[in-house]
């Protein structure tokens, strides 16, 4: 018996066309979880409303070439939860409302975190990305 001469083109197009079903169907949305539940654990336990983060969250799956790319875009500010906030002076011409004492301030400078000691960062996706990547290599 002979092989066809597009063979090897016909075998990778199947292997990627695969790759690229399972990703968008399963492992992409697998990994998306992976990161919703840290997310909302993070949320819960610093009584955060972020509920958009994963939410908003979009999962793309394309074909590259001889490749997959797997992009999961997590909305604006993400990194600030992601990563963490220290305590650190803001400067401008500020207005906001301060809730604890009932009125609206204005001020040319905050210490901003004073109180709460910043935001504490989740590693939400960087965890799940360990954790995928555990589960990938078994």
Request: glycine residues 6%; without cysteine.
């Amino acid at each position: 018996m002979e092989l066809d001469s597009d063979f090897e083109d016909d075998l990778r197009e199947a292997l990627l066309d695969d790759v690229e079903a399972r990703f968008r169907e399963e492992y992409g949305p697998q990994l998306k979880q992976y990161a919703q539940e840290r997310w909302e654990a993070y949320a819960a336990e610093n009584d955060y409303d972020i509920d958009h983060i994963w939410e908003d969250a979009t999962l793309t799956v394309e074909r590259e070439g001889d490749g997959v790319r797997v992009r999961i875009e997590w909305p604006e500010l993400t990194a600030l939860f992601e990563h963490g906030v220290e305590p650190h002076q803001i400067r401008g011409d500020l207005h906001f409302y301060w809730d604890a004492k009932d009125q609206w301030i204005q001020t040319d400078e905050v210490n901003w975190g004073s109180e709460t000691g910043g935001i504490p960062e989740s590693r939400a996706i960087r965890d799940a990305l360990r954790e995928f990547e555990a589960v990938m290599s078994s």
